[in-house]
């Protein structure tokens, strides 16, 4: 059986996080180069994702999963065709506040 990559959707949420992330790191460092190799470890890891979804973390909501990219948790819904990236969630922060309980 051929696996067939399920359409990746950014929710407006998470595009939000995500260029908020890269806003940071383009001031804190004064260059786009981390935040351009940011992108592409999560472009890659939901490109990756879509084809096989089960190789993420189950939560304990129904279709709701997450995949740890560097020091971040890329939150999504995966149904029968396609991965919903819902948020974006710094692992640096207070683990009583994971958005996924």
């Given at each position: 059986m051929v696996?067939r990559?399920?359409k990746?959707?950014?929710?407006s949420?998470?595009r939000?996080?995500r ?7 383009n001031?804190?460092?004064?260059s786009?180069?981390?935040s351009k190799?940011?992108?592409i470890y ?7 994702i879509?084809i096989?979804?089960?190789a993420s ?7 709701i999963r ?7 948790y890329?939150i999504?819904?995966i149904n029968e065709?396609t991965i ?5 969630w ?5 683990p ?6």
């Amino acid at each position: 059986m051929v696996s067939r990559a399920r359409k990746i959707i950014w929710t407006s949420f998470a595009r939000k996080t995500r260029n908020s992330i890269f806003e940071y790191w383009n001031t804190r460092n004064k260059s786009k180069v981390y935040s351009k190799k940011l992108n592409i470890y999560f472009t890659e890891t939901i490109e990756r994702i879509a084809i096989n979804p089960e190789a993420s973390i189950a939560t304990n909501a129904e279709n709701i999963r997450a995949v740890l990219v560097r020091d971040y948790y890329l939150i999504f819904e995966i149904n029968e065709f396609t991965i919903k990236v819902l948020d974006i969630w710094d692992t640096r922060q207070n683990p009583q506040n994971f958005p996924i309980k």
